[in-house]
């Protein structure tokens, strides 16, 4: 299974960035987590495999999951960040029982 994830980069306060998690599978379930410096790592957005979605309470609102299955391709649109939102973000998926994991991208957001 290859996984890659990629989309981040340098944003202000308040701007948008849309990171993508690429597979070779369809119709898996996909985890967004996110790891800011020094802390552990946090699920923020699930899709699972039949497209019901789900958010941390700390980004609900501002983030969406969504998948595009013809392309293997779950994105992670996020919108209003703020500065507790940089960190580098990884996908998992679930496919057969395994996980999983993407290399991360990192999000910089600058206050």
């Known amino acids: 299974v290859q996984l890659q994830a990629f989309g981040g980069g340098l944003v202000q306060a308040g701007g948008s960035l849309r990171l993508s998690c690429a597979s070779s599978g369809s119709d898996v379930w996909t985890d967004w987590f996110h790891q800011a410096p020094g802390n552990e790592r946090e699920l923020v957005a699930t899709?699972?495999?039949?497209?019901?979605?789900n958010y941390a309470d700390s980004v609900w609102g501002r983030f969406t999951i969504s998948r595009d299955d013809a392309k293997n391709t779950v994105y992670l649109q996020m919108n209003n960040l703020k500065p507790e939102d940089a960190g580098v973000y990884y996908c998992?998926?679930?496919?057969?029982?395994?996980?999983?994991w993407g290399q991360g991208t990192l999000v910089t957001v600058s206050s």
């Open positions: 899709i699972t495999s039949g497209g019901s979605t």
């Open positions: 998992r998926i679930l496919m057969g029982g395994t996980s999983y």
